[in-house]
């Protein structure tokens, strides 16, 4: 059941460290129809549940639930509107990335495991209020065509997509831990760039051949 | 029962790596009555129950209780006689607010998770010496008129204010998490700065819109 | 059991913070024989169980189990095809160490605990692409005839080798360790270097002396 | 019982992520006896338990237990026997402290709870290697007459002393909480000083008035 699996998701955030207090949320797409499963607004990671999750239409109205959606349930929603593809997304204020997108910077591809994962620097998108659709824009204009699967939005943090909200929660824990190590890397030195025809070869490889048959 | 609540919020404390061995310490004042209650001193977060919290009035004096009240209790105290509208208070010397704070320097509002929280830097209180007033006064002259529920002491620590315990825990949890993410923005160049008028925005939608209405 | 060691001692890479999501992997020689244990590819590390490791013969084929080996099989197997002395290798991304690797810079040796365990400066292998032996012949091209049982590969992570796989996997935690606290020591000058005669003999107190007779 | 005593307080060295795999360990004297009681070497945490501590002379010869003692014991040993009013040390390499003393720099005193805890900068020992008893002589020769109960062994790691045990695994805990927290605040600038006459005054409140009256 999907409403569990985005419950359950939401631990994946607290276990790698990427959200403190409510500051982070994963969402699914409801399979085959126009829905999307959400978190509850400001309720601690704690009090989640298969039952107080929100389902919400494409357009970020509640069709079920009893609590609030996440305030950035608007920006979710536009994804899934106009990226077909996406079957989740997640949110958070991951340190290390928010640092990047603080100085509006995109990681620079210089680990084989970002590579693999994001077959290209993170990039930054724009800065945007919250309230409307400016959020959700600047995600997807920012992605598409892109291979990354993260982006930076400038002084705010990180959104990822993925095929479902198992695969955005990776991006977004991926994400974390190269723009730590990248940070880090840079603090003493300039890390040594990776050749794109390497980028390209290694990400190709990763996006096919990884992984159990099963489970890709 | 406000012991109990006061015993358990020390454990967010723990979880979000604010304190170390007993430095740091919650308080609530005693809805309707000219009390607070207080961590006792020199005792284990791992220790602490409702049972052990000190009560006291609002010149910092014990009224129940067998243990003496937090070394700080002074200084909490202060900050209720003088700011009634305060019914939370918190004390941490969590890391990177204390590196900002080593340095009396406040932390830029970079991000737009600080603009909602803080609504502004968070500001420096003056280096004040424990035993009197001088703490409490600081914190008091710093906040008073200050969007930030968060100030930090030079060269010492971070104390926060909020409506209740829970929303001071929250600051202090906030004011380490940006307090980090903004030093490691700066290690590595400028972050970006935020309009004030949006800065304006996006305060007062979090402070006014944001999460469940029954939660705030 | 070889298989149950070979599981369980990847728990110590989630412990220590080594491995994100599934980017690690820890493998053992079967003892006698030219066979090699190793952890399935993609799968999550809650998910291990000695029912579910992956068994090879040196040339890195499926020799027992239901799932693909771990995509650095080849890497492993060409470790134990060239060093019969190996009886354990593990990889792992670890932050602090790939900040080294992402710059090709080796470790200096500036702390006792290094001059213990690694005898001298943790070494850059070269850049390599997964997919052939090159991997593997980076490892071993770098650490035969080198103390360290730890070598950076450029621009990818830690490969550590070991009489056995526990060796490994310590030898994994203290390169993730010293890499840490060098980083941290050269962000605010020089660390005090170490004569050689003083790391010689330290290595050879510690690879000799310590720890408990039955245990080594 | 001083075995559990020694044997537990091993736990909070873990618990704040003092030590990795086997590197760090808690001594007690025996009150009243010339004995000390002290990890088993090469032992990991997991394992410890009251009955695997041994028992040694303050020459650091075993008196009881199966196990060798830690490889460090004649420091312990030599402090026990030279400094009378010490009941516990503590040794570990914790990842700031060793990052301080890598550089052979000593840890100005910046924050009020470094002058509470250590009322004085924290202060480096010689290099010394292990063997004889350069490394407590070192450590004696740094600690007589200084405030702080804890001395950085340069390149090497923290020693630290107290009345007992648990008051030196707690300087063990500071002296990494302030190494921190001062390492972070120099990244980006030169924390301020504390005048002398406040550490003084800091440091006489703290080590005679805080905390509850029975527990010191």
Same mark, same amino acid.
Request: contains cysteine; hydrophobic residues 40%; negative net charge.
């Given at each position: 059941?999907?409403?569990?699996?985005?419950?359950?998701?939401?631990?994946?955030?607290?276990?790698?460290?990427?959200?403190?207090?409510?500051?982070?949320?994963?969402?699914?797409?409801?399979?085959?129809?126009?829905?999307?499963?959400?978190?509850?607004?400001?309720?601690?990671?704690?009090?989640?549940?298969?039952?107080?999750?929100?389902?919400?239409?494409?357009?970020?109205?509640? $069709?079920?639930?009893?609590?609030?959606?996440?305030?950035?349930?608007?920006?979710?929603?536009?994804?899934?509107?106009?990226?077909?593809?996406?079957?989740?997304?997640?949110?958070?204020?991951?340190?290390?990335?928010?640092?990047?997108?603080?100085?509006?910077?995109?990681?620079?591809? $210089?680990?084989?495991?970002?590579?693999?994962?994001?077959?290209?620097?993170?990039?930054?998108?724009?800065?945007?209020?919250?309230?409307?659709?400016?959020?959700?824009?600047?995600? $997807?204009?920012?992605?598409?065509?892109?291979?990354?699967?993260?982006?930076?939005?400038?002084?705010?943090?990180?959104?990822?997509?993925?095929?479902?909200?198992? +695969?955005?929660?990776?991006?977004?824990?991926?994400?974390?831990?190269?723009?730590?190590?990248?940070?880090?890397?840079?603090?003493?030195?300039?890390?040594?760039?990776? +050749?794109?025809?390497?980028?390209?070869?290694?990400?190709?490889?990763?996006?096919?051949?990884?992984?159990?048959?099963?489970?890709?």
């Amino acid at each position: 059941m999907i409403r569990r699996q985005v419950s359950d998701l939401h631990q994946e955030l607290v276990r790698y460290g990427l959200v403190v207090w409510t500051a982070g949320n994963v969402s699914a797409r409801v399979p085959g129809e126009d829905l999307l499963v959400i978190k509850p607004s400001g309720v601690s990671y704690d009090e989640l549940s298969p039952e107080n999750m929100i389902v919400c239409d494409l357009d970020g109205k509640v $069709v079920e639930g009893e609590h609030a959606p996440s305030s950035d349930t608007a920006a979710h929603a536009y994804v899934y509107r106009t990226m077909p593809e996406v079957g989740g997304v997640v949110h958070t204020h991951s340190t290390y990335a928010c640092a990047w997108a603080a100085r509006g910077e995109a990681v620079p591809c $210089v680990l084989t495991a970002m590579a693999d994962e994001f077959g290209a620097e993170i990039p930054v998108g724009p800065f945007a209020l919250i309230g409307d659709d400016s959020i959700g824009r600047g995600i $997807v204009d920012t992605l598409r065509g892109h291979r990354s699967p993260a982006v930076l939005m400038q002084n705010h943090g990180v959104f990822t997509i993925g095929k479902d909200a198992r +695969a955005a929660v990776k991006a977004a824990v991926m994400c974390e831990d190269v723009a730590r190590t990248v940070h880090l890397s840079r603090q003493l030195g300039e890390p040594l760039p990776i +050749a794109q025809a390497d980028i390209d070869s290694l990400n190709h490889r990763y996006q096919n051949v990884y992984g159990q048959p099963q489970a890709r």
